[in-house]
């Protein structure tokens, strides 16, 4: 969060360019206009960053991810009952997919870090 405070210090008080400011922190310019765009949306300057917690800090950058862990919360707390259903003759990672839309209409495809084969069977490692 010091990183974060010590933007706004650099933006504010010293006038650096975003790319200055990359340069001097070793933070990519993009996550520095980014941060910048969140901290001006949530009106908070350097003399308010000082105030802040770390925690409100962080949820000002968070800015709707929180809506975004939520999703994957509810995902994760699945795991454990789709590696026991895996393990029964039949069950697929696509069938399993199915079931959690159907539960969660928000869901909108098979994560890309899951693979199926042509068989829908997840390939084996």
Known sequence: MEKIREILRLKEQCKLSERAISRALNVSRPVIKD??????????????????????????????????????????????YFAKELKRPGVTIERLWQEY?????????????????????????
């Open 35 to 80: 941060y910048l765009s969140k901290l001006t949306k949530a009106s908070l300057d350097y003399s308010q960053a000082k105030q802040c917690s770390d925690d409100e800090l962080l949820e000002v950058i968070k800015g709707n991810h929180g809506l975004l862990s939520k999703r994957h919360e509810v995902l994760r707390q699945k795991f454990d």
């Open 101 to 125: 839309r159907a539960e969660n209409p928000r869901a909108t495809a098979i994560p890309s870090s899951v693979t199926i084969s042509s068989s829908g069977e997840a390939p084996q490692s």
